[in-house]
C-alpha cells in the first residue's frame, strides 16, 4: 500500500479509534479504584443519545459534548447503586447496565431515528496541520479529537503524581490497607464509577456529534465491548490505550479500504478482523500478562471492615 | 369556565353531533377498509420504511380507510406474532415489507383465507398471498447516467448493503448507466452487510472516497454516504428517498420510491374484490420508482439526456439489460440483442464488467 492510501488510512483510524478510546479511559479509571464496570456500551449508548439531543434542541455541539458525559456518569452510577450500596454482583451488573443503558436510549431515541443534528466538524490546526505525513494524520480533525490526545495524559499524570490518584489506585489494590490509612474506600470506589462513567458517556457523544451527524438505534455498535477488551490489552496504563484504540480504529478503517482498493478477498471474511483482532489482543494480553490488573478488580468491600 | 368558552364548548360538540351521521352515512356507502403495515426498521426519516410509510401516510387520509403499523419489527418469530395479532382484529389488507417476512406471512395466511396478505421484497405467494417489488434498477441506471456525467476522475464509489440479487441487480443496473456516458468509468463497491449503520457506511465512502471516487452512491438507508461525499467537496447520489436535505451541496439525485399508486391500485381490487394472488414488479411506467429532482450543479443538458432516457423507460422502447453484457471476467452474460428475461434478474449473481468487487 502506497502513501497516497497510507495516510487517509492512518487518520481514519485516529478518528474511528476517539470514541473507544475515551471508553476505554473511562473503563480504566472505574478498575483501577477496584470496580470492573461491564456496562461500557449501555453509558456510552446514554452518552451517544444525550449529546444528539442536546445538540439538536440547543444547537450547542460543546454543551450536548459535556451532558453526554454526565449521561454517561449517571447511567454509570447505578452501578455505583448496586456494587458500593447493595453490595450487588458486579459483573451482573455491568451486564445489566449495558442492556439497560443501550434499551432506554434506543427506546427514547426511536422518534429521532434518521434525524440529523450539529455537531463537530473536522478544524485543521493552522501550521501543524502541514506538517508533512504526521499533519495529515493527526491534526486535521474535529476538536473532540484533539480533546482526546490530552486526555491519556491527564489521566496518566492524575494517577500518577495527584493524591486522590494514588488514593483511587490504593483502594483498588487493598481496599483494607487504604482504609486502616484512614481513606474511605467507598467514597474513592464512587469517585471511580463516576469519572469511569463521564469518559464513556464521552465516546459515545463523540459517535453522534462528530463521527456522524445523526441517531440511530445501536450506534455504538459493540465499541463499548471493544473498549473492555482494551483495557486488558493496555495494561491499565492510559499510554498503552492510545495505542489499542488507534489500532482498533485502524483495522475498522483497514477492512472498508482493502474492499475499495479493490481486493479480491471476500467481503465477509474483512468484515470480521476487528472481532477476530478482540479475540487475538486478549490470548496476547493473557499471555504476556503478569499482575498489571488491580489486585482487588471486582471485589466488593465487606461493609463491616 | 367563562361563558365564552362555554358557548365555544357547546358549539363544538353540537357540530361534532351533526356531522356524526355524514360519517355513518359514508361507512355505509363503502366498507371500511383496515390495512396494516408491518415495517423492519423504525420509520425514520428518509429511509427504506420511511418511503412505504408515506404511502400509508396518505392512504390514511382517503375515505373509508384505516391504517395502522408496527416499526422495527425483527424478522422471524417476532413478525408472525404483530401480523398474526393483526389478521385477529379483522385488518383486511396486511403489506409486509421486509424479505425475511416472508414464511412468517405464509403461515399466518394460511390461517386467515379471508385476509388478503402482500409481502414485499420476496417471491413465494399463497391464495390469499401475493408479493410484489418495484423496478427500482430503472432508476439506478439513470442515476448511473447522472453519476458517469458529473465524474471527472471516472471512479465512481457504490457502498453496497449485502451480496443478494436485489442490490447486486442495482449495482449493475447503475454501472450500466454509467458506462453509457463513461465507457471508461469504473464502479467501486464496498459492502458493508448492514442496512442501517450510519457510521458504518460513512466510513465505506470515505473508504471509497479516498481511492479516487468522486461520486458516491449507496444502498443502505442512513445517510452517512451522503455526509462523507459532502464534506469531501464531491457528489452523492441518494437512495429510497430524496436525500438533499442530508448533503444539500453533494446530492445529484437519488432513485426514489413512490408506492402509492401501487397501493391504491391493490385496494381498489380488494374492494372490489377482483384481487387475485400474484407477483407484480411495477417499474418506473407505473409510477413507483422515479428519480428526485435534480441538484442545481446538474447541467441542463444531462439533466435532458436523463429525462429522454426516463420518458424512453417509461414508454417501453428503452431496457436496462439488453445484451452484449459482460460479467467481470469478460464473459458474455445476456447475448447481444436480447433482452433479459425477469428471472434472470430477480437472481442475478454477478456483476457487470467495469465493476471493482466481489460479491461474496
Redesign the interface.
Known amino acids: 500500500m502506497n502513501t497516497e492510501l497510507l495516510i487517509p488510512l492512518l487518520a481514519a483510524a485516529v478518528v474511528s479509534g476517539t470514541p473507544i478510546l475515551y471508553a476505554t479511559l473511562g473503563e480504566i479509571i472505574t478498575e483501577k479504584s477496584g470496580v470492573l464496570n461491564l456496562g461500557v456500551e449501555g453509558a456510552m449508548m446514554m452518552g451517544c443519545f444525550t449529546a444528539f439531543i442536546t445538540a439538536k434542541l440547543t444547537g450547542q455541539p460543546w454543551l450536548a459534548f459535556f451532558a453526554a458525559g454526565l449521561a454517561g456518569l449517571l447511567t454509570a452510577s447505578l452501578h455505583g447503586v448496586i456494587c458500593l450500596v447493595f453490595q450487588g454482583n458486579q459483573v451482573v451488573s455491568g451486564l445489566a447496565l449495558t442492556i439497560f443503558g443501550a434499551g432506554l436510549a434506543n427506546y427514547l431515541g426511536t422518534p429521532y431515528i434518521g434525524l440529523a443534528a450539529p455537531g463537530f466538524s473536522p478544524v485543521p490546526i493552522p501550521g501543524l496541520a502541514h506538517i508533512p505525513v504526521l499533519g495529515p494524520i493527526l491534526f486535521n480533525h474535529d476538536p473532540l479529537v484533539y480533546l482526546s490526545y490530552l486526555a491519556p495524559f491527564a489521566v496518566g499524570i492524575f494517577f500518577r503524581h495527584s493524591r486522590f490518584g494514588l488514593s483511587l489506585r490504593s483502594v483498588g489494590e487493598f481496599p483494607a490497607a487504604a482504609l486502616a490509612a484512614g481513606l474511605n474506600a467507598t467514597a474513592y470506589r464512587w469517585a471511580g464509577i463516576l469519572a469511569g462513567g463521564f469518559f464513556m458517556g464521552l465516546g459515545g457523544a463523540y459517535l453522534s456529534l462528530a463521527y456522524t451527524h445523526l441517531w440511530t438505534n445501536n450506534l455504538t455498535a459493540g465499541r463499548g465491548w471493544i473498549a473492555v477488551a482494551l483495557v486488558i490489552f493496555a495494561f491499565w496504563r492510559p499510554g498503552r490505550a492510545v495505542f489499542g484504540a488507534y489500532l482498533f480504529g485502524g483495522i475498522m478503517a483497514l477492512q472498508l479500504r482493502l474492499q475499495a482498493g479493490g481486493t479480491s478477498l471476500p467481503s465477509s471474511l474483512l468484515l470480521m478482523l476487528p472481532y477476530a483482532l478482540t479475540v487475538a489482543v486478549l490470548l496476547f494480553s493473557c499471555w504476556r500478562q503478569g499482575t498489571r490488573a488491580p489486585a482487588n478488580l471486582g471485589v466488593n468491600i465487606e461493609p463491616s471492615s | 369556565m367563562r361563558p365564552a368558552s362555554l358557548t365555544a364548548l357547546c358549539v363544538l360538540v353540537y357540530s361534532f353531533l351533526l356531522i356524526l351521521p355524514a360519517f355513518a352515512a359514508d361507512s355505509a356507502k363503502e366498507k371500511e377498509l383496515k390495512i396494516g403495515f408491518v415495517y423492519v426498521?423504525?420509520?425514520?426519516?428518509?429511509?427504506w420504511s420511511?418511503a412505504h410509510d408515506l404511502a400509508r401516510q396518505k392512504l390514511e387520509k382517503m375515505p373509508g380507510i384505516t391504517t395502522s403499523y408496527v416499526?422495527?419489527v425483527p424478522e422471524g418469530p417476532d413478525s408472525e406474532r404483530v401480523m398474526l395479532q393483526m389478521a385477529r382484529k379483522n385488518f383486511d389488507l396486511i403489506f409486509a415489507t421486509s424479505f425475511g417476512y416472508m414464511d412468517p406471512m405464509l403461515k399466518v395466511a394460511r390461517q386467515f383465507p379471508k385476509t388478503t396478505f402482500m409481502h414485499c421484497s420476496g417471491f413465494k405467494t399463497a391464495e390469499n398471498m401475493g408479493n410484489y417489488f418495484g423496478r427500482v434498477y430503472q432508476a439506478r441506471y439513470l442515476t448511473g447516467i447522472v453519476a458517469g456525467s458529473m465524474s471527472t476522475s471516472g471512479v465512481i464509489?457504490y457502498v453496497a448493503a449485502f451480496?443478494i440479487p436485489e442490490v447486486i441487480r442495482g449495482i449493475n443496473a447503475f454501472t450500466l448507466g454509467v458506462q453509457s456516458v463513461r465507457p471508461d468509468a469504473s464502479v467501486?463497491?464496498?459492502?458493508?452487510?448492514t442496512w442501517?449503520?450510519?457510521?458504518?457506511e460513512?466510513?465505506?465512502a470515505?473508504?471509497?472516497l479516498?481511492?479516487g471516487?468522486d461520486v458516491i452512491t449507496q444502498h443502505q438507508?442512513?445517510?452517512?454516504p451522503q455526509?462523507a461525499a459532502q464534506?469531501k467537496g464531491v457528489y452523492s447520489i441518494g437512495y429510497n428517498t430524496d436525500m438533499t436535505?442530508?448533503a444539500p451541496k453533494a446530492h445529484l439525485t437519488a432513485a426514489t420510491w413512490n408506492w402509492l399508486p401501487y397501493y391504491e391500485k391493490l385496494i381498489a381490487e380488494v374492494r372490489s374484490a377482483t384481487w387475485t394472488a400474484r407477483a407484480d414488479w411495477p417499474g418506473m411506467a407505473e409510477g413507483v420508482v422515479d428519480i428526485s429532482p435534480f441538484g442545481p450543479m446538474v447541467p441542463k443538458d444531462v439533466q435532458d439526456k436523463v429525462l429522454a432516457k426516463k420518458a424512453a423507460i417509461i414508454d417501453g422502447s428503452e431496457k436496462v439489460f439488453v445484451g452484449p453484457i459482460k460479467d467481470q471476467s469478460g464473459t458474455v452474460r445476456i447475448a447481444e440483442g436480447v433482452i433479459a428475461p425477469d428471472a434472470d434478474l430477480l437472481s442475478m449473481d454477478w456483476l457487470v464488467q467495469g465493476v471493482?468487487?466481489?460479491t461474496?
Request: no cysteine.
Open positions: 426498521s423504525p420509520i425514520g426519516d428518509g429511509g420511511y416499526e422495527a464509489g451480496p467501486r463497491v464496498v459492502w458493508t452487510k442501517y449503520d450510519p457510521a458504518k460513512k466510513e465505506a470515505k473508504s471509497l479516498d481511492v471516487a438507508d442512513s445517510p452517512g455526509e464534506e436535505k442530508f471493482i468487487g466481489t461474496e
